[in-house]
């Protein structure tokens, strides 16, 4: 690992042309095939090179402006993040075309630093990578009485034949992964005039989908709703 340690930035940063364009979490997107979305740490979803001095970090809840410095392979982003002691860089360094690794180890306390990679057609952004990783694609009802009645959870985040649903949301980040009273995966479904919150589990053995509603939050407390019966049964195409 000796060949990946950050280079102190000189006096006079070089500016380097390879760091462009947006990356997005690879590490997060492979963490969360096995694992539940609020018990996984991370610095940010996305990070997008804006110019020589400067990114945009987008971590889920908000996007915000970071200053940089950049010395050959390596892009040290100042103040990142806070601590006790006070603001703390990070480091990232360029590999190749594709791919940075965000040595993000103080941040997320993981042994291992986070690997981005560059968007792409496949996945332009980090929401869309999300959703194909997770439960986009064409689903059968298990308990519909039509059988040729198929829901479609799209890569852009529609859903087909899940009325009055027409979009969903996989959470990530920010208050709506404190909803369910236990950690669990949470999908926000939406339509003009509606929006709710169940969890989710897909079970790769038998390729279904499991979404359950949660019952009516309390008028006196925010989250912590318990889980109640399943609100879907889908068997993936």
């Given at each position: 690992?000796?060949?990946?340690k950050?280079?102190a930035?000189s006096?006079?940063?070089v500016?380097n042309k390879?760091f462009?364009?947006?990356?997005?979490?690879q590490s997060?997107?492979?963490?969360?095939k096995?694992?539940?979305?609020?018990?996984?740490p991370?610095?940010?979803?996305?990070?997008?090179f804006?110019?020589?001095?400067?990114?945009e970090?987008d971590n889920?809840i908000e996007?915000f402006?970071?200053?940089i410095?950049?010395?050959g392979?390596?892009?040290?982003?100042l103040?990142?993040?806070?601590?006790a002691s006070?603001?703390?860089?990070?480091?990232c360094?360029?590999?190749n075309d594709s791919?940075i690794?965000?040595?993000d180890t103080?941040?997320t306390?993981?042994?291992?630093?986070s690997?981005?990679?560059l968007?792409?057609?496949l996945?332009?952004?980090?929401?869309?990578?999300?959703?194909?990783?997770?439960i986009?694609?064409k689903?059968?009802?298990?308990?519909?009485?039509?059988?040729?009645?198929i829901i479609?959870f799209?890569?852009d985040g529609?859903v087909?034949g899940?009325?009055?649903?027409t979009?969903?949301?996989?959470?990530y980040?920010g208050d709506?992964?404190s909803?369910?009273?236990e950690?669990a995966n949470?999908l926000l479904?939406?339509?003009?005039?509606?929006?709710?919150?169940f969890?989710?589990?897909f079970?790769?053995?038998t390729?279904?989908l499991?979404?359950?509603?949660l019952?009516?939050?309390s008028k006196d407390?925010?989250?912590e709703?318990?889980v109640?019966d399943?609100f879907?049964?889908?068997?993936?195409l």
């Amino acid at each position: 690992m000796s060949s990946c340690k950050p280079v102190a930035p000189s006096a006079e940063p070089v500016t380097n042309k390879t760091f462009k364009g947006s990356f997005i979490n690879q590490s997060y997107l492979e963490a969360i095939k096995d694992s539940i979305a609020g018990t996984i740490p991370f610095y940010c979803s996305t990070i997008t090179f804006k110019s020589a001095d400067s990114i945009e970090i987008d971590n889920g809840i908000e996007s915000f402006n970071l200053a940089i410095r950049i010395h050959g392979d390596t892009c040290t982003l100042l103040s990142a993040y806070n601590t006790a002691s006070g603001l703390k860089n990070l480091y990232c360094i360029y590999l190749n075309d594709s791919v940075i690794t965000l040595f993000d180890t103080g941040f997320t306390m993981k042994m291992i630093p986070s690997q981005f990679i560059l968007t792409n057609s496949l996945a332009p952004d980090f929401p869309t990578a999300l959703n194909k990783i997770t439960i986009a694609g064409k689903y059968k009802d298990t308990k519909a009485k039509n059988s040729s009645s198929i829901i479609e959870f799209t890569t852009d985040g529609k859903v087909i034949g899940l009325n009055p649903f027409t979009h969903y949301e996989i959470c990530y980040a920010g208050d709506c992964l404190s909803e369910p009273i236990e950690p669990a995966n949470v999908l926000l479904l939406s339509s003009k005039n509606k929006s709710d919150v169940f969890t989710w589990h897909f079970d790769k053995s038998t390729s279904i989908l499991h979404i359950y509603s949660l019952l009516t939050p309390s008028k006196d407390m925010k989250g912590e709703r318990q889980v109640s019966d399943e609100f879907k049964t889908l068997k993936k195409l």
